[in-house]
């Protein structure tokens, strides 16, 4: 397994304390669910909330935009498509998110056309596709005559086929990832359909930050991958992709690495090549952080009584009787393994497998002795005479 240069700490993570010392270091468990684990962040936009958010549960967070939101000033086809959707005079408009609905009109603003945009969709029957982009559009001064009830672009597009839209000019408010299907059913069913993307997607600052987080989801230097946008996801895939790293990323996304996304438009990638991402309930950020956090304390926390003590293994944090333990990594893929096996012992040869020690029998008594010596009391792990190892319970 090839090694990974660390991605540096984000600026509100415990190495990168000003005083010097981890803020949560003192925390519990309950307080810090996250402790032990490392989080990778994908997001641009709003990444700060969710950084700040992992970090004061305990998570360490490896942050690596895959995709920033280009400047309204450099996006000409916005503008364009706007004065389109004015000159057309749709019948209906279609907002699918509150931060698309809000740099819509700010764009236009800026580009002296609000009070015309505004006017124009005044006079349209304005559609949402939730409760966040209802606001957005109530805050503009407009109204509403329907909803999602499932906050999907798809479930509108049913509403209005229901109701007929042939000979209609529908304007659909798209949000950086175009569901094709669903502009396509509303043209199938007769529909002049025009489209603005309040924001595209470009490269960010730093491109090799990406690659770095590819490698350590490829090595299980992770354990959960974090997804905002649909855009983000295709961007990974086609940095892998450049790096000869896709089908080794695929596959451990798909067994080592969890992936957690804030909707269903931003997992359909992920299902496409058939990895299951969490996906919370409520489509907010606010419910994916919890999801997250139940899920790693449901699978990822392992614990067992021991005639050394109490063990707890949350990620790469070990905590015997309550008192931290630091572990190189050999040491503690070989102790979770151990703890997994919950005191029954494990072959010397699946224990030179699960390390890629090839069959060296050198390597894993070290490997078992670096254990020991960093253990508060080495004989924790028993040496099972022509058998293997386990933990004394």
């Known amino acids: 397994m090839n090694a990974v ?84 005079r749709p019948d209906i408009c279609i907002a699918t998110t509150a931060y698309g609905m809000r740099r819509w009109c700010e764009a236009a603003d800026t580009f002296g056309i609000g009070e015309e945009l505004l006017e124009t ?139 957690a996304v804030v909707g269903p438009v931003t997992a359909q990638p992920l299902l496409d090549v058939g990895i299951k991402p969490l996906i919370p309930e409520r489509f907010r950020m606010g419910a994916l952080i919890r999801l997250v956090c139940e899920h790693l304390a449901l699978n990822h926390v392992r614990r067992l009584d021991t005639r050394s003590g109490n063990i707890e293994l949350r990620g790469r944090s070990l905590r015997i009787d309550g008192e931290p333990v630091e572990l190189a990594p050999a040491p503690l893929l070989l102790l979770r393994a151990l703890l997994g096996a919950g005191g029954s012992v494990l072959s010397r040869e699946s224990l030179s497998e699960l390390l890629e020690l090839r069959g060296s029998v050198h390597a894993l008594d070290m490997t078992v002795s670096r254990l020991r010596s960093s253990l508060p009391d080495g004989k924790l792990v028993e040496t099972v005479v022509k058998r293997g190892y386990r933990l004394r319970v």
Request: proline letters at 6%; a negative charge; aromatic letters at 4%.
């Open 5 to 88: 240069a660390p991605l540096e700490p984000t600026a509100g993570s415990p190495a990168a304390s000003p005083s010097g010392t981890a803020p949560d270091a003192a925390l519990e468990p309950a307080d810090a669910p996250l402790e032990g684990f490392r989080i990778g962040v994908t997001s641009h936009r709003r990444s700060r909330d969710l950084i700040e958010a992992l970090e004061r549960r305990g998570a360490e967070v490896l942050h690596a935009p895959a995709l920033k939101i280009a400047p309204v000033q450099e996006d000409v086809s916005l503008i364009e498509d706007t004065k389109a959707i004015i000159a057309a």
């Open 121 to 259: 969709l005044g006079a349209t029957r304005m559609f949402v596709r939730g409760p966040k982009a209802r606001g957005a559009v109530r805050a503009a001064g407009l109204a509403d005559v329907g909803i999602s009830s499932d906050e999907t672009t798809a479930t509108l597009v049913d509403m209005l086929l229901a109701e007929g839209v042939r000979g209609k000019t529908v304007a659909v408010q798209l949000h950086g990832y175009t569901d094709v299907r669903q502009l396509e059913r509303l043209r199938m069913s007769g529909a002049n359909v025009l489209t603005v993307t309040p924001y595209r997607w470009v490269k960010p600052d730093g491109e090799d930050r990406l690659p770095r987080l590819i490698e350590a989801v490829c090595n299980g230097s992770l354990d959960v991958l974090t997804f905002t946008s649909a855009p983000a996801v295709d961007a990974l895939w086609s940095t892998a992709h450049e790096m000869g790293l896709y089908q080794q990323l695929i596959e451990s996304l798909k067994t080592t690495v969890t992936t």
